[in-house]
């Protein structure tokens, strides 16, 4: 379809963005890496001390559970030599009696440790979530011209889940285990320096197959999360199409196709298990075979050398199973801190990002009450990554209050870039951009927006309500407010005719209406925001002549009162414009009105007769 700029909609021929950001969250979760450098993590302690009774508690009840693990080996030597060879049965109930109190700070302070330090990370990953896509919404679309919003999108969901996991879980593993280990290892040495030094003989045999395999289960890994990758990423983009698969009868080779790379998938993972198995098998010959030869060495000395007592002999067993235990543990939980600094760096980088467009230090307050006054003053500005391709070169145009002006011109002839510095997503490389008297970059944008009230093409709707669109638009709008934005907008009649009328679901995106109901509920939440300005970006383009129509009649009591910009491509909107003006390569070529600069034989005459031929055939 095309309009009186000669355009067509630059959506045309797009795959789904459905397929694409599919694509996009599989590619970067190919790219998924550990970090060796950890100092990423620290990011986190800020959102730590915002919890800081629950970071003590974690602590407390941590170092209390691993000393009670710990002192339940000297609980278990106390039961041994002097329960069980003490042979009076009240010494016996004393050493029991040791041991279930031991066992039972234990069971407390276990459960306590788990309750604060799982809380305690939840909520460090709910408020991480909060401030980073806060943080995302105040980033200017600059910044979006050099990420896509799949990057984005993976850093805030699947790198954040990274994180979750190591925080939740990681974290408090690798804390207990390293206390453990050092607690143990201490003990060990000052029960029987002669029997530690045993266990450090076969430190090595539990570390080599850890090293050795667990590399190649590391990159086994990886390689079985990119095919899942290609998996979903397949299926992204067969569900986004998926109205095409079944108009092409396709549904089983899509099947198939997505089937394969299950399997393929699956068969990677079983190398992994495998790999790890034969890990696991050597691991733990290894340690019990550790075990077994400080155990027989144990008993000769308490058998033959008479050097120590069978109390000992159990609590340096226990220790040694715990030490071996907490070795194996850090080994596996290392891997995923890793791989959680490598996220935490992703998303500091986001965090780190800063935009553009800003609130200058002391804002100007803008006037009241608004007038709708705009000027460009000799604008020229270039997109980011094309700063030799001018979007506007010179550009000047003056709206009076109350004014509707039409802006026409080719495709890419900069109409609408004019709507995007007003509404400031970019600031001009030279000249002036002011609203009511006020230059843009003197004004906290959220104010000049305030102020704006914008229809595009594809005015974007949102899952929920109808009242929950209309809403979107101005917070604090009453029901009845909304209703009369509705019926101002034509929009009311088909609302009213939904089967729970406004409160009704419309769906993702807002499917289940058609294309001309959306754009009217889409201009009922323009003027449900009640801006002395309003921007139309080619808002009919897309319609057939009765949507067309009735969406036109909105417009145009929409625009009583209001300063207005039309980006036009039908004539019935710009003869209604009380000004017409003409862009070409940024500049402003010809203004007047339609008789006039038809009668000039210009640039706009050219366009119209091109959109008359388009309406005759």
Do not use: C
């Amino acid at each position: 379809m095309t309009d009186v700029n000669g355009s067509a909609p630059e959506a045309a021929g797009r795959p789904g963005a459905g397929a694409v950001l599919a694509a996009q969250l599989a590619e970067q979760s190919q790219k998924r890496e550990r970090q060796r450098d950890l100092r990423p993590l620290a990011r986190l302690l800020p959102f730590v001390r915002g919890h800081a009774p629950d970071a003590v508690a974690a602590v407390f009840f941590l170092l209390l559970s691993t000393g009670a693990t710990l002192a339940l080996s000297a609980a278990s030597r106390w039961v041994v030599d002097h329960g069980f060879q003490g042979g009076a049965m009240k010494t016996v109930n004393q050493a029991f009696l040791v041991l279930a109190v031991d066992l039972a700070v234990l069971a407390v302070a276990t459960a306590l440790r788990f309750f604060f330090v799982t809380r305690l990370g939840e909520r460090v990953v709910a408020d991480l979530r909060k401030a980073v896509y806060d943080h995302v919404l105040r980033l200017d679309p600059g910044f979006f011209l050099k990420t896509r919003t799949g990057e984005v999108l993976s850093r805030m969901t699947t790198d954040i889940a990274i994180v979750e996991t190591m925080v939740g879980s990681g974290a408090s593993i690798a804390l207990r285990n390293g206390l453990s280990l050092i607690g143990a290892v201490v003990m060990l040495v000052v029960v029987s320096p002669k029997l530690a030094g045993f266990i450090v003989l076969t430190v090595p045999l539990v570390l080599a197959p850890l090293f050795f395999f667990g590399r190649r289960v590391r990159k086994l890994s990886v390689s079985a999360q990119d095919r899942f990758a290609d998996a979903v990423g397949y299926a992204g983009e067969s569900l986004d199409a998926l109205d095409t698969v079944q108009a092409f009868g396709r549904e089983r080779a899509a099947s198939a196709r997505f089937g394969e790379a299950v399997e393929l998938a699956f068969k990677t993972s079983v190398r992994r298990i495998r790999a790890r198995a034969v890990m696991t098998a050597l691991v733990i010959a290894a340690v019990f075979g550790g075990v077994a030869l400080v155990l027989w060495t144990g008993a000769h000395a308490v058998l033959v050398a008479k050097t120590m007592t069978w109390g000992t002999l159990i609590q340096f067993a226990i220790l040694s199973i715990m030490a071996a235990g907490s070795v194996g543990s850090l080994g596996e939980v290392w891997g995923e801190v890793q791989k959680a600094a490598g996220a935490m760096q992703r998303i500091s980088e986001l965090l780190s990002a800063r935009p553009g467009i800003a609130p200058p230090a002391t804002p100007v307050v803008m006037p009241t009450p608004p007038r709708g006054e705009i000027s460009f003053e000799d604008v020229t500005f270039a997109y980011p990554g094309r700063p030799d391709l001018p979007a506007l070169r010179g550009f000047s145009l003056a709206v009076r209050p109350g004014e509707t002006v039409a802006l026409v011109g080719p495709s890419g002839a900069g109409k609408s870039t004019v709507l995007r510095l007003l509404l400031r997503f970019y600031d001009p490389q030279e000249g002036v951009v002011r609203l009511d008297g006020v230059d843009l970059r003197d004004a906290d944008p959220a104010d000049v927006r305030a102020r704006l009230a914008l229809v595009a093409q594809d005015a974007p709707l949102f899952s929920g309500s109808a009242l929950d669109n209309l809403r979107f638009g101005r917070e604090g709008a009453g029901d009845d407010d909304l209703r009369a934005a509705a019926r101002a907008a034509e929009a009311d009649g088909f609302l009213s005719a939904l089967p729970e009328g406004y409160d009704t679901p419309i769906g993702e995106r807002a499917k289940t209406l058609s294309g001309g109901q959306r754009q009217r509920l889409a201009i009922a939440r323009a003027l449900v925001r009640d801006a002395p300005v309003l921007l139309l970006d080619e808002a009919t383009s897309a319609l057939d002549a009765e949507n067309e129509r009735l969406v036109q009649r909105a417009l145009h009591d929409a625009m009583r009162g209001r300063t207005t910009l039309v980006i036009a491509h039908r004539l019935a909107t710009v003869l209604r414009a009380d000004r017409i003006v003409v862009i070409d390569e940024g500049r402003v070529v010809e203004e007047g009105a339609h008789g006039e600069l038809f009668a000039r034989g210009g640039l706009y005459a050219k366009l119209a007769k091109l959109q008359f031929a388009a309406d005759a055939a």
